[in-house]
């Protein structure tokens, strides 16, 4: 591109005017042990009503993806003039869910439309499928320079109030991705706190949350997420069954954290899932048991054992986790008095139940097995 199209379009202000024109600067590289090697770089703007992004997209299917190997692990950087809109960053959560040998890295000059909700939510999605996505700083803006536009052999000169604009720029993205941890500590202490409620009205604000890690077999970063069931609508393991199956994956394992055992509907679900991917290693940690003592949904919990899901009480390595990996890995995770009192009661509970149905054995074989 030329120097005055760098300039306008990438210029990175609180406030772009007629700036309506989205620029793409894309590389390709291939994960080699030494050093990174380049495969395709080159530019793509909006045309004809079709983002920028979706461009590359149609590109790369046709020209790029056809002759990988899908063995080999690639990288691919964008440098953009501005972050993804909502309906692009679906298509690229898309793409990213169904292209495991692919990472993604995103730099943007100016935020999109950064006050509409969906966008926020899409730009956390990204990074929860294991994007980097961050604003442009000086070093992306001389790279990109570099590499892109067609410099004439000069270098890049920074236009006035570039560094405060990228200051301002990232602390906006940060603020926002800072979202990706779903979970508040106030949230975190309050809802999987496994003790017992003196009165029936706390049990009112004591939500269903459901935390998820998954490691793939790839060598790419764990996926996560946390999914809440709100009142009326799906259960929290619902939703994550159904983020799971949009991924079509079938080795990994996956980590789940949550503040009450699934009802016998979302347990014969995920039994039902897991039986149809025999590859696939899903445990299941649980804060509190729910309804324990009926025996529908004691029956839910021995179809999830069954199907060799491993489900277990958390404790304190589980707590401490959890709060790594959902609520603030900066800060150390301070237990609550009886944490390990109670949580070693409801495993003795969860034991019984296992015994009182005959599924002890069967417990400890799948256990062994995944194990070894």
Sequence with gaps: ISQETFKFHFK??????????TFL???????????????????????DNIHAEICFLYWFHDKVLKVLSPREEFKITWYMSWSPCFECAEQVLR???????????????????IRDPEN????????????????????????CWKKFVDNGGRRFRPWKKLLTNFRYQDSKLQEILRRVHLLSEEEFYSQFYNQRVKHLCYYHGMKPYLCYQLEQFNGQAPLKGCLLSEKGKQHAEILFLDKIRSMELSQVIITCYLTWSPCP???WQLAAFKRD?????????????YFHWKRPFQKGLCSLWQSGILVDVMDLPQFTDCWTNFVNPKRPFWPWKGLEIISRRTQRRLHRIKESWGLQDLVNDFGNLQLG
Excluded at 95 to 100: E, G, P, R
Excluded at 120 to 143: H, I, P, S
Excluded at 277 to 289: A, G, K, Q, V, W
Aim: hydrophobic share 35%; with cysteine; charged share 25%.
């Design 12 to 21: 990175n202000l609180r406030y772009a005017i007629d700036r309506k024109d």
């Design 25 to 47: 600067c894309y590389e390709v590289t291939r994960k080699d042990c030494d050093s990174p090697v380049s495969l395709h770089h080159g530019v793509f703007k909006n045309k």
């Design 95 to 113: 793409f990213l869910a169904t292209h495991h040998n692919l990472s993604l890295d995103i730099f943007s000059s100016r935020l999109y439309n």
């Design 120 to 143: 926020q939510q899409n730009l956390c999605r990204l990074v929860q499928e294991g994007a980097q996505v961050a604003a442009m700083d000086l070093y992306e803006f001389k790279k």
């Design 265 to 267: 509907n979302c347990a």
């Design 277 to 289: 991917r025999p590859d696939l290693i899903l445990h299941i940690y649980t804060s509190r048991l």
